[in-house]
């Protein structure tokens, strides 16, 4: 078992543990070149193991940091930073590295590569070139600088977030406050209360709790106070203006990045980003954005229209205002479908979520999933699985860690311990996954009770985690989701979450915990219907952010002070269709893009969901679980890793390139 062993993490000896790490990787790849005679044996597989041995020392640190942030990790982790960036950039500057390796290109020897060793030499010497190789040594130096600065402002600018969000608190101790929130979210913000050793109700910044509060709460006074929090945490506004405030460091991360591309030969980050994705123009990736745009307005602004007329006549409120959207929104689906997501929450009981979820993947690729007694976790909430191959081998270990709880990174996300990789013994390195995820825990005896939500987003994390973790390729750069181009990395995620809208599978997932009846037909019905609710004003969210992202990284002009909230509003006007007060300062907790590797590139959801939606179109066609066309799938989608170019690994399944169609139809725009 190559698990990592979690509680021998000591904060105060990561630092040192790192730098004699990073000095003996060093000293391993200087001796390799003085040893000169390149093959592959002699420079790429020592150069893999360095590569590992680092990944998965700093893998461990990175991830208790998101998970159990403590001031004592918090502290290692800040320090380590400027160490491995050095490295990096040390390594990317390494000009006898880069002619090392470009003279393996012209060796005998490749032309007895196989497709993976190809793919992993062509990516090296670009990413040597993009790393600023060729540049002269004052250059070098300037590169470096840059690189080292951004990875401490981007850590900055996370954890102004984190701690933003866990500076606020409400209590109320009047139940008539409360009215309107469901009896789930009143029961965690009661014991969010009791933790704190208060009365009544604490309502916090966390997911669970704000959006229990923004979507049901019947005071408008409460759902406004907490939206005013929420939406100016780490700004220049609001409740903690100023504390935690990210202004300077977004123009910072822009100005940097731009220097960087620049450097580099490139006009903008945006055209930097593109050099290492499937889509090859700033202008390719801008005319898909609108060509969405253009499909989803007129739907949308019917969408809003029908709100509004829902609002002033069913609730009395004239204007929506944003903290009423959600609000209203919710109190219209429930008229129109007669459902809710909290009536929903029953049927998506853990045990039951996650014994169905292995069942799926059972049923379309023979895998079992089994936990893993004994194994050494990070918080008692936390569980470890093994998944089984045909053969009874194991293929791959994962974590689940599914709860929101303080001193945790908000949101869901999917990360590895390692990948696979053949070893010196001949035998494959088992793939880790981690999957994390931020629902509210068990309250009381009954077990954690999920939404339909929820599971999307559960299956959404594991489709990531399966793409890592079933991959058949020996070479750790491209194996699993290495190496995979940062547009196409979304695909496996977002098909899987189909999984929890077909009647077939649904039924493995949702049964009432406590009566044990599946969902009624009738539930299932009102969910389809509900399915495509308001799917145009949510795809032009989702361009709301892309487009901001990708113009932002296209047009930034350090000496424009307020540019980047002109671009957002010249965004917002040509497609939002709801309001947006002047407070709102979303773009200050924007991770994906200013601390996450989304810059440039979030466009990359709606990209990929394009061939997500097309690929499950297929199973559509033959059925959900057909096991022949589920072969394929994990043949040509889940186990070339980063092997060959996207596009033809979609093409090798689906026998065509991917186009629109499918997405607009099944989110019901067409
Ligand atoms: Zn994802």
């Known amino acids: 078992m190559n698990l990592p062993n979690f509680s021998a993490i000591k904060p105060n000896e990561i630092e040192a543990q790192l730098k004699a790490l990073l000095a003996a990787n060093q000293e391993r790849i200087e001796n390799l070149l003085r040893q000169g005679n390149y093959s592959w044996a002699t420079l ?105 600065r951004l990875s401490q402002v981007t850590s900055e600018f996370e954890q102004n977030i984190l701690d933003a969000t866990h500076a606020w608190q409400k209590q109320v101790s009047n139940p008539e406050a409360v009215s309107g929130i469901p009896a789930h979210a009143l029961e965690m913000a009661q014991q969010t209360a009791q933790q704190k050793k208060l009365e009544g109700y604490v309502f916090t910044l966390e997911a669970p709790s704000y959006l229990a509060v923004i979507k049901y709460a019947d005071s408008r006074t409460l759902r406004k106070e907490i939206y005013h929090a929420y939406v100016t945490r780490a700004s220049d506004l609001g409740p903690s203006a100023g504390k935690w405030d990210n202004s300077h460091n977004m123009r910072e991360i822009l100005m940097l990045r731009l220097r960087l591309a620049k450097l580099l030969g490139f006009e903008n980050y945006a055209e930097h980003s593109l050099a290492t994705k499937m889509a090859k123009s700033p202008d390719q990736v801008l005319a898909f954005l609108n060509e969405l745009v253009d499909a989803s307005l007129p739907r949308a602004q019917q969408e809003f229209k029908a709100l509004q007329q829902f609002a002033k006549q069913e609730l009395d409120l004239d204007a929506i205002e944003a903290w009423d959207v959600a609000y209203v929104s919710e109190k219209l689906r429930e008229r129109k479908f007669s459902v809710s997501q909290e009536e929903l929450r029953p049927y998506f009981a853990e045990p039951r979520v996650c014994e169905g979820l292995f069942s799926i993947v059972k049923k379309l690729f023979n895998l079992d999933i089994k936990l893993v007694e004994n194994a050494d976790l990070w918080h008692k909430d936390v569980k470890c699985f093994a998944i089984y191959d045909e053969s009874k081998a194991i293929r791959s270990y994962f974590y689940l860690d599914l709860y929101a709880r303080p001193n945790k990174r908000g949101g869901a996300w999917m990360d590895d311990y390692c990948g696979r990789r053949k070893l010196q013994n001949g035998e494959a390195q088992i793939p880790v996954a981690f999957v994390t995820c931020n629902f509210s825990g068990p309250i009381g005896d009954a077990p954690a009770l999920f939404t339909h939500d929820d599971v999307v987003t559960l299956f959404h994390e594991f489709g990531h985690a399966m793409q890592h973790m079933l991959t058949q390729v020996n070479y750790l750069d491209v194996a699993g989701i290495n190496g995979i181009p940062w547009d196409a990395v979304e695909v496996a995620s977002q098909f899987f979450e ?84 002047d407070f709102n300062r979303f773009q200050h907790s924007f991770s994906h893009i200013f601390a996450g590797g989304y810059a440039a590139g979030y466009y990359s959801y709606k990209w990929a969901e394009v061939m997500a939606a097309d690929a499950f179109d297929l199973f559509l066609q033959s059925g959900i679980f057909n096991r022949e066309i589920a072969q394929k799938y994990r043949k040509h989608i889940l186990e070339p890793g980063g092997t060959r170019d996207f596009s033809e690994m979609f093409a090798a399944f689906r026998g065509r390139e991917p186009n629109v169609e499918a997405l607009l139809k099944h989110s019901g725009i067409y």
């Open 44 to 148: 790429m597989q020592p150069l893999e193991e360095c590569d590992d041995r680092l990944h998965q020392f700093w893998s461990i640190v990175s991830h208790l940091h998101s998970v159990m942030d403590s001031e004592e990790l918090r502290t290692a982790y800040n320090n380590c930073l400027p160490y491995l960036s050095e490295y990096s950039t040390a390594i990317g500057h390494n000009k006898k590295l880069f002619e090392a390796i470009c003279s393996l290109q012209n060796s005998a020897e490749f032309t007895h590569y196989d497709e993976a060793q190809r793919r992993i030499i062509e990516n090296a010497i670009r990413d040597f070139k993009l790393a600023g190789v060729h540049l002269d040594e004052e250059k070098k130096a300037f590169y470096a600088k840059i690189v080292a």
């Open 498 to 581: 189909n999984y929890v809208w077909e009647k077939e599978s649904l039924y493995l997932i949702a049964q009432h915990y406590q009566t044990e009846h599946p969902l009624s037909p009738d539930l299932f019905a009102k969910m389809q219907r509900a399915r495509n609710f308001q799917s145009a004003m949510q795809m032009l969210r989702q361009l709301e952010f892309s487009l901001f992202d990708f113009i932002l990284h296209m047009e930034f002009n350090p000496t424009e002070e307020k540019q980047i909230q002109q671009i957002l509003g010249r965004v917002r006007k040509k497609i939002s269709v709801v309001p947006m007060p």
